[in-house]
């Protein structure tokens, strides 16, 4: 029973994507199409536990979610009206063979919905992450991201939205929502929201692949390109995030010489193109800063100062709280840790970071480097708190019991 539960969370991990894109292509409903899907790994769990693993999971998968469909849709007695559905392709013909996940992202991020439901639904249909995972992921109650996502999908379906690629003209309207989703995706996966694994290589490889095809699609698409390389940038790093034990390395401890080089070549090159051709948007400026980090030969050598200016410029497109929280780190590598605990503290202000565990653990840092041991000493202990995965619980804590050990930093 052990290794089906397994097989059932792999295939849940690797196809749920697939499977709800596919599924919603013959039921044109949102509600529908998941529920037909959850049925499936549901009956998959009983069929495999009598008659074993098949060996392609997802086509069994695809199978059962379709027949579900097809049930539900001659129960309601609209199976004679999308029977065409079924054999022809959709809309008019594209002429690049999109993959259905990537046209259940702009289905999720219509313009009718607003900017935080569209990233919302999709990463909970797309990328199947958990509602409580999606609400982790915006610093808010499950309750109410569930209510968001459920609005949210009743308003496609009351509007009609069709489920295919968006036509040129309509694609510019889409294209911040999409990028955004994309890269929340890959940050849930890149550092996991809860559970003992520090990363969930799954959601990486949806994100990295929806990337590719995003840019392919629009090419001289400038924040296209940086969101790739964004991408790229992080994902160089996978090898030497974490020791064979599981413990979190901090940037400073990995071992450069194991990074993915040709990832890093791609992402350069890339951040070359996306900061050509006018004022930079804030996917190409993030990339630029996470290919400073991924090109300096070793953590001494990193170009703090122009790093500083990047952020600088990241706040005007950008002014977000984690992204102050982020430029705060850079003034500590410039200017000392005194001048970015103020910053620090005039975030903690802001009750959108109230819940994230970042924000005590930069200022348990800074804390510690000044000498004030008891206060960096709860500043962790708050940090610990708010996080919820495993590995960087564990390094959190390993970090509040050295503050009483050793020298001071500046």
Not at 23 to 40: F, K, N, P
Not at 319 to 334: F, I
Not at 355 to 377: K, M, S
Not at 385 to 410: C, I, M, Q, Y
Request: charged share 25%; aromatic share 4%; net charge neutral.
């Amino acid at each position: 029973m052990t290794s089906v539960l397994q097989a059932v969370a792999e295939a849940h991990r690797r196809e749920w994507a697939r499977l709800l894109a596919a599924t919603v292509r013959v039921t044109r409903d949102l509600d529908l199409a998941e529920e037909c899907v959850q049925d499936a790994y549901t009956a998959a769990l009983d069929s495999w536990t009598r008659d074993g693993v098949p060996a392609r999971p997802g086509a069994w998968l695809t199978t059962a979610a379709r027949h579900n469909a097809l049930d539900a849709l001659r129960r309601a007695g609209t199976l004679r009206s999308k029977l065409h559905l079924l054999v022809e392709p959709d809309v008019a013909a594209e002429p690049v063979p999109y993959d259905d996940r990537l046209r259940l992202v702009f289905l999720c991020c219509h313009p009718a919905l607003a900017v935080e439901a569209q990233v919302a639904l999709t990463l909970r249909l797309v990328c199947g992450v958990s509602t409580p995972d999606v609400a982790r992921a915006f610093l808010v109650s499950e309750p109410t991201m569930a209510a968001r996502i459920t609005r949210a999908k009743k308003k496609i379906m009351a509007a009609g939205i069709p489920f295919r690629m968006p036509a040129p003209a309509e694609l510019p309207d889409r294209l911040d929502a999409a990028l955004t989703t994309i890269h929340l995706l890959f940050t849930t996966g890149h550092t996991a929201p809860a559970g003992a694994a520090l990363t969930r290589d799954d959601l990486v490889a949806h994100a990295l692949d929806l990337a590719r095809m995003l840019r392919d699609l629009m090419p001289d698409e400038r924040e296209a390109r940086g969101l790739l390389a964004l991408l790229l940038a992080g994902h160089a790093r996978r090898a030497t995030r974490a020791t064979a034990d599981g413990r979190l390395l901090p940037l400073a401890e990995q071992d450069r010489s194991a990074w993915d080089q040709e990832a890093v070549a791609e992402a350069d090159a890339l951040v070359v193109g996306a900061l050509r051709g006018g004022a930079p948007g804030r996917f190409a400026l993030q990339a630029a800063i996470a290919t400073l980090h991924a090109t300096a030969p070793a953590y001494a050598d990193t170009d703090w100062e122009q790093i500083l200016v990047l952020y600088d410029e990241l706040l005007k497109v950008w002014p977000s709280p984690v992204v102050a929280l982020n430029r705060a780190v850079a003034v500590a590598m410039v200017s000392g840790p005194a001048a970015a605990l103020a910053e620090v503290e005039a975030l903690e202000r802001d009750e959108r970071l109230a819940a994230y565990h970042y924000l005590p653990a930069v200022r348990a840092d800074l804390l510690r480097r000044l000498g004030r041991r008891a206060e960096a000493a709860e500043a962790y202990e708050r940090a610990i708190t708010l996080a919820g995965n495993d590995a960087e619980r564990a390094f959190l804590t390993e970090k509040r019991r050295a503050v009483w050990a050793g020298p001071v930093e500046s």
